[in-house]
């Protein structure tokens, strides 16, 4: 049939649905970055520490968390992100660059994100702009590479600590209303929760050991006293 919009009288009334555009990840950020390449990277430079790095999500839609977790001391960051989209992922390592300084080519932010372990969400399909950063320094800043699709055990270590934050914050609470001021909060009290496999340290007193407590403090980072250290969705109703 020969039909035009035209043709139907109702139609010409109505206007076109909008249709969100798809994001389409550029699956070509990964090659060469894959997790063969990282084993095979840790294989060459074994005494690199691992960073591993991921999101946590709220309602959908909504303000999520992008975690960041140093393996060896246990210690986790988690900031606070308006949407899961991989410029906001670039923002916080730039924050983050800023904030410990670019003296001598960025030595301090290479010695603590020599490596990024991540998974393959669309918010970090430009691993060059967290790799180098902004600005003509051309210097590589940190390395990342991509776990295989659906292995979520190859960073197994930032998805067990990731309980401890749906301890505060249960799977299917937002976080429209919280502020980073919060989620720093909550870090600070996980942070300084002690662990066994820390010779009963906590991640914070571990971290303090391999890196200097001022950098914790460049980090946002704050001890809290033992008997103080509340795990429970209560913690960011005070």
């Given at each position: ?7 139907l ?5 109505f206007?076109?649905?909008y ?20 084993q ?7 005494d ?5 790095m991921?999101s ?7 303000k999520?968390l992008l975690?960041?977790h ?6 986790m ?11 906001s ?19 301090l932010?290479?010695?603590?994100f020599?490596?990024l372990?991540t998974?393959?969400?669309?918010e970090f ?8 950063g902004?600005?003509?320094y051309?210097n590589?800043?940190?390395q990342i590479y991509?776990?295989?699709?659906g ?9 067990v ?5 749906r ?29 066994k ?7 914070y ?13 460049k980090?946002?980072?704050s001890?809290?006293a033992?008997?103080?250290?509340l795990l ?7």
């Open positions: 049939m020969d039909v035009r919009n035209i043709d009288p109702r139609k010409v009334k206007r076109a649905r249709k969100k555009p798809e994001f389409k990840v550029d699956k070509g950020c990964r090659i060469g970055r894959n997790y063969d390449a990282f095979s990277f840790i294989e060459k430079n074994p690199t520490a691992i960073v591993q991921d946590v999500i709220g309602t959908k839609g909504g999520c975690t960041v140093f393996v060896d001391a246990s210690l960051l988690a900031f606070l992100r308006d949407s899961n989209t991989s410029q992922v670039i923002d916080v390592f730039n924050d983050l660059d800023q904030r410990l300084g670019r003296e001598l080519f960025r030595k932010f290479r010695k603590l020599p490596v372990l998974d393959n969400g669309s399909s430009n691993p060059k702009a967290i790799e180098y902004p600005g003509t051309g590589l800043r940190t991509y776990c295989d699709a292995c979520p055990h190859q960073k197994g270590a930032i998805e600590n990731h309980g401890l934050i301890r505060v914050l249960p799977k299917g609470s937002g976080f429209n209303h919280l502020t980073q001021e919060d989620v720093t909060r909550m870090m600070n009290h996980i942070n300084s929760y002690k662990r496999k820390l010779n009963n340290r906590s991640p007193e571990t971290f303090s050991f391999y890196h200097g407590e001022e950098v914790l403090h980090l946002g980072c001890p809290v033992a008997s103080d250290i429970k969705p209560s913690l960011l109703k005070r």
